[in-house]
């Protein structure tokens, strides 16, 4: 049965948690980029660079172009208008800069570059100012408005990889260490003018790993950003996906020849290292493993063994030890938990079950702790996205009951999650937006926001302090109280050995669903639950002496 939902922004204030904020996220706009309700963002990244973030913004005549700030509303500054050209035939074209990738003192980033009657996208360098803002090379020089369509970059040691088509190799691996001479196709992997079709990189330990093509067929390859120490793996085999772990390379693989039977598989670099390390999914059907994650001493991913459906497992690093977490979604039904990220001991994820649509959910790793934390939205899957942890808080975009997106944060893994919005804001909810992006630089959280009818999709910022409990007068008292079983389903005991004068039990959305004042003193409470609906409880305990403490429980 679901829990009764309602968006409530100061969820732990009106309910008294004993676990109180630190320090309330309190949104402030870093620049109004262009005046009134237009949009300042051009983009949807933001990267640090040498102490500066770098992102794409609009100009006054809504042309997406590289921008840069320090942080303060002085120091946000267009970088440079790449797009717009000057000669006898001027050209104003949206460069749509991005993939800013730092290398050394500089920046590297992709742009649309124009000159006169050309546009090409192209690989830039830039020193962080206008004039050291530069196209670093023609790399496809063949005819005049030829495109080499730089992408991928990466870094990997002292130089940066990339893709690129130069007119005569197809689309294949580059590299540069940021100087014009010292940018060059590393490899020609499919011979001739066939591209390699590399999709994708995973940097570890400054190895590139990454499937591509060449005459016999897809393979493994790594490279360092050196010639010699660019080569193949293993031929044949398709990939993607790669997580170290246990001293090996996990990632999903398949050998088929039609792209079928995407398992399990493991690396240690070589050819013969290269192995199947369980067939999750017997036979030519794909188990597809994905959303690998590192926590606690295992790795965690999405995967169908073809009974399941798409559900949470983890993988300690052997074969016996790679199991279902837990039937999210009982039956072949699909929960697809995505985007899992560890906070606060646990990990957290978006999936759905049989009785919601996607929502937040957290895991300890069994199937008994991995439960829906908050059921956002009452009619529709809120898809909360987007996570990242800062300042010892968990952020994320969910949609909320108004059928908009809103950032929302959880402080610590046993409190509520509530809507982070600035005191002067007045349109609600903020609609999600292709140039939404977080960044962290100097103790702030940047990201792109729209709170107020006056002002369009801009930079913000949220300056805090680190978060962790500030209001328990005795925090020993924990070791002192108790709550079992815990999971429960219809009943759960609390005992304690000091003098208890009020217990309050509320949910997710702040009802008080259990109260009960201690006049005679009791110490121990057998507390029945039957008509409860599953989900996350928070108990509240005063004792004679005022101290407080709130712990979660869960019904199952």
Known sequence: ????????????????????????????LVKDIIPGSESGLGGNEG?????????????????????ITDGTEAGTTMLKNIGYSFGLFPLDFDSYPSEF?????????????????ITDRELFITDGTTA???????????????????????????????????GIHGSELWVTDGTTAGTFMLKDIYIGAPESAISQFCVINDKAYFCANDAVGPSLWVTDGSVAGTYKIKSNIYCQGFLPFD??????????VLGEDWELWTTDGTSAGTLLFKDINPGLASSFPTQFCEWNGKIFFSANDGTHGYELWSSDGTVAGTQIVKDIFPGTGNAEP?????????????????????????????????????????????????????????????????????YWCVEGANNPPFVVMPADADMGPSAIYEGHFYVEMNGSLYYSAMYKSDIGWELYKITTTPYEPTSIKNIDMTATISLYPNPFRDEFTLTA?????????????????????????????????????????FVKISTQDNSTITKTIVKY
């Open 1 to 28: 049965m679901k829990q009764t939902k309602r968006i409530v922004s100061l969820l732990v204030a009106s309910c008294s948690f004993s676990i109180a904020i630190a320090q309330h996220p309190e949104p402030e």
């Open 47 to 67: 990267k640090v660079s040498n102490n500066k973030i770098f992102f794409a913004g609009y100009t006054n005549d809504f042309k997406s172009e590289p921008w």
């Open 101 to 117: 990738t730092a290398l050394g003192s500089k920046t590297l980033f992709v742009a649309t570059y124009s000159n006169e009657s």
């Open 132 to 166: 050291g803002t530069n196209r670093l090379k023609n790399i496809n020089a063949t005819y005049f408005d030829a495109v080499s369509n730089a992408r991928l970059l990466r870094k990997v040691g002292d130089r940066v990889i990339f893709v690129a088509n130069d």
């Open 247 to 256: 001293g090996k390379i996990f990632m999903a693989a398949s050998t088929s």
């Open 338 to 406: 995505e985007e899992l990220i560890p906070y606060d001991g646990k990990l957290f994820f978006s999936a759905q079950s049989s009785s919601s649509n996607y929502e937040l959910w957290v895991s300890d790793g069994t199937a008994i702790g991995t439960y829906q934390y908050a059921d956002i939205m009452s009619t529709e899957s809120s898809n909360p996205t987007l996570f990242v942890e800062y300042n010892n808080r968990l952020y994320f975009i969910a949609q909320s009951e108004a059928s908009t997106y809103q």
């Open 497 to 537: 050995e000091q003098a208890i004068t009020t217990i309050s039990i509320v949910d997710v959305s702040g009802k008080t669903v259990w109260q009960h004042i201690n006049s005679n003193k009791a110490k121990t409470f057998s507390i029945n639950t039957h008509d409860w609906m599953n989900g996350i409880y």
